[in-house]
């Protein structure tokens, strides 16, 4: 069998006055710190990292707090790509980026990962692009106006209604 590396895209919007090269040097060089072995590159505004799992895990709670103390520091967010395994995905994964910018409220010094707001995106994409009237049942549509979702029970279940969870809100 194969050894597969997994890989992760990270995009970290530069502030405005960051533009100038010496600012922007800086900023990659704390970048790279975190990132170790990263592929690190400037791209439109933003400092792309491209980083193996084995070599920052952005799942790991240790791996997070090295980020975040960064982030803080600089006074920079991040967004985090869906894990990928092949390089011909970089561009998924960076339009994964590009969706959480503009569909995700961001903080400052915030850390976003696609995997936690896919839903959110997805929705704010379908309403945008189609009328979520006209592509979900008014029932579905109803819960999540009110603020819920329905999960129904599995055939193998015993439960015979279903059941509603809130949604979490994107703060």
């Known amino acids: 069998m194969k050894n597969v590396d997994i890989w992760y895209l990270y995009q970290f919007p530069l502030p405005e006055p960051a533009y100038a090269q010496t600012r922007k040097s800086a900023y990659l060089n704390?970048?790279?710190?975190?990132?170790?072995?990263a592929i690190l590159l400037f791209y439109e505004n933003?400092?792309?990292?491209?980083?193996?799992?084995?070599?920052f895990d952005p799942?790991?709670?240790?791996?997070?707090?090295k980020?975040?103390?960064?982030?803080?520091?600089?006074?920079m967010n991040v967004f985090v790509s869906y894990s990928f395994s092949k390089f011909t995905e970089l561009s998924v994964?960076?339009?994964?980026?590009?969706?959480?910018?503009?569909?995700?409220?961001?903080?400052?010094?915030?850390i976003r990962q696609f995997q936690?707001?896919?839903?959110?995106?997805l929705y704010g994409v379908l309403e945008e692009k189609t009328s979520?009237?006209?592509?979900?049942?008014p029932t579905i549509l109803s819960l999540w106006n009110a603020g819920g979702i329905l999960v129904l029970p599995l055939q193998s279940e015993t439960a015979?209604?279903?059941t509603i969870f809130p949604l979490t809100s994107a703060t």
């Open 59 to 65: 799942q790991d709670s240790s791996s997070i707090k």
């Open 160 to 162: 015979s209604s279903p």
């Open 93 to 110: 994964a960076y339009n994964q980026c590009l969706l959480m910018k503009e569909y995700i409220p961001v903080s400052l010094n915030s």
């Open 46 to 55: 933003s400092i792309i990292g491209i980083c193996r799992k084995k070599d």
């Open 132 to 137: 979520l009237k006209g592509f979900c049942h």
């Open 30 to 37: 704390q970048i790279g710190r975190v990132l170790s072995n």
């Open 67 to 75: 980020l975040q103390d960064m982030l803080n520091h600089l006074s």
């Open 116 to 121: 936690e707001f896919f839903q959110q995106i």
